[in-house]
């Protein structure tokens, strides 16, 4: 079974950092993209970041360009999210999700992370 | 950049009816980059198609999505009551990037 847990969502103050991880089980990690999503509580949905198999290409939506960064561990099956000079606007549940590589779509998301920018 | 539509933002509708769902590109795209997802309050998105009109693992065949150019559309043929969700359309564009619309609550 597919499963994606993430975890590290906290409260933070603005200009502070904070990593989120996703801890991913039931397939073969290594040969997937992987993909961060998050969700303002009571807005839609914006993609963050992607990063292929490799590390070796790595893309960020201009909202976060600069400030975030996107990596991954296959050897532990994991993904991450370092985010930095965080702002109010960065408030969002943090989704990881799955990106076959030919469907430019998402097949499988964690539960998400709740991270809270506030003073 | 490519923007998503989806409107109106809320439809109404009654179990055992037909729901016809549309997204709207502001440019010509590839219908191999449009994908659809259904959210439930309080979870995680679910992808339901892929490709504007390939059934994502698992989906039942009552959802149906077509469409080309600028114009694409989910139909749900009869809603059952765990259909009454949002509904969000997801592009894959040149910069690299994704862009999903802003969704469209589908009620009761």
């Known amino acids: 079974e597919v499963q994606l847990v993430e975890s590290g969502g906290a409260l933070v103050q603005p200009g502070g950092s904070l990593r989120v991880s996703c801890a991913t089980s039931g397939f073969s990690f290594g040969t997937y993209w992987m993909t961060w999503v998050r969700q303002a509580p009571g807005k839609g949905l914006e993609w963050v970041a992607n990063i292929n198999q490799h590390e070796s290409d790595k893309n960020y939506a201009d909202s976060v360009k600069g400030r975030f960064t996107i990596s991954r561990d296959n050897s532990k099956n994991s993904l991450f999210l370092h985010m930095n000079s965080l702002r109010a606007e960065d408030t969002a549940v943090y989704y990881c999700?799955?990106?076959?590589?030919?469907?430019?779509?998402?097949?499988?998301w964690g539960q998400g992370t709740l991270v809270t920018v506030s003073s | 950049e490519t923007v998503l539509t989806q409107s109106p933002g809320t439809l109404s509708f009654s179990p055992g009816e037909r729901a016809t769902l549309s997204c709207r590109a502001s440019?010509?795209?590839?219908?191999?980059?449009l994908a659809w997802y259904q959210q439930k309050p309080g979870q995680a998105p679910r992808l339901l198609m892929y490709r504007a009109s390939s059934r994502a693992t698992g989906i039942p065949d009552r959802f149906s999505g077509s469409g080309s150019g600028t114009d694409f559309t989910l139909t749900i043929s009869r809603l059952e009551p765990e259909d009454f969700a949002v509904y969000y359309c997801?592009?894959?564009?040149?910069?690299?990037?994704?862009?999903f619309g802003p969704g469209t609550k589908v009620d009761i």
């Open positions: 997801q592009l894959f564009g040149s910069s690299p990037t994704f862009t």
């Open positions: 999700a799955r990106q076959p590589s030919a469907w430019y779509s998402f097949d499988y």
């Open positions: 440019q010509t795209v590839d219908s191999s980059f």
